[in-house]
T-cell receptor, first 113, second 114 residues
Framework: TQLLEQSPQFLSIQEGENLTVYCNSS?????LQWYRQEPGEGPVLLVT?????EVKKLKRLTFQFGDARKDSSLHITAAQPGDTGLYLC?????????????FGKGTKLSVIP | DTEVTQTPKHLVMGMTNKKSLKCEQH?????MYWYKQKAKKPPELMFV???????INESVPSRFSPECPNSSLLNLHLHALQPEDSALYLC?????????????FGPGTRLTVL
């Protein structure tokens, strides 16, 4: 089993602050996906990163894939209450005839107005 | 359109009932997945269908029975469930399932077993 460790597990910040969420593994992944999930809803894809060292920006969100493709980070600038949710990273690997995702345990973010 | 739909949104059933969860996508994806998610936990993979054939069964009890009638539809038949099976059941799809693909998730079915 390939493990993805996410940190922090919980994060509560004031509106306007910056934050970074980390996703680390001892294993190499072919790709890494970040999702945001609201309570009782399915995960919504934010970004997929595939190349070591890749940086992708999505408005106030910046995603980075580590050079060795074992880790990733999500940085949010000037957080808004609408950013509140569970952020999940998921690493992809081929195996057993299919391409599978391994999920981290998630980071629960609360942005206080 | 990256939409995966799931019905019903909520389901309450007794331990002797038989029910089915349904999932549909019209993105032309050939891989579909069932995940189970307990509260405050990440999704756990249950089944993978690739080109309408079951390719992965993650040691799921036989009271869960998946079915893929065609490339757009995925069902999960439930029978004789236990209260500990209560969870959010998520369906996802991806282009092929055999190479690096992004998975798109449906909104889930919240299942409660009494």
């Amino acid at each position: 089993t390939q493990l993805l460790e996410q940190s922090p597990q919980f994060l509560s910040i004031q509106e306007g602050e910056n934050l970074t969420v980390y996703c680390n593994s001892s294993s190499v992944f072919s790709s890494l996906q970040w999702y945001r999930q609201e309570p009782g809803e399915g995960p919504v894809l934010l970004v997929t990163v595939v190349t070591g060292g890749e940086v992708k920006k999505l408005k106030r969100l910046t995603f980075q894939f580590g050079d060795a493709r074992k880790d990733s980070s999500l940085h949010i600038t000037a957080a808004q209450p609408g950013d509140t949710g569970l952020y999940l990273c998921a690493g992809g690997r081929s195996g057993a005839g299919s391409y599978q995702l391994t999920f981290g345990k998630g980071t629960k973010l609360s942005v206080i107005p | 359109d990256t939409e995966v739909t799931q019905t019903p949104k909520h389901l309450v059933m007794g331990m002797t009932n038989k029910k089915s969860l349904k999932c549909e996508q019209h993105m032309g994806h050939r891989a579909m997945y069932w995940y189970k998610q307990k509260a405050k936990k990440p999704p756990e993979l249950m089944f993978v269908y690739s080109y309408e054939k079951l390719s992965i069964n993650e040691s799921v009890p036989s009271r869960f029975s998946p079915e893929c009638p065609n490339s757009s539809l995925l069902n999960l038949h439930l029978h004789a469930l236990q209260p500990e099976d209560s969870a959010l059941y998520l369906c996802a799809s991806s282009q092929s399932g055999t190479r690096m693909d992004t998975q798109y998730f449906g909104p889930g079915t919240r299942l409660t077993v009494l």
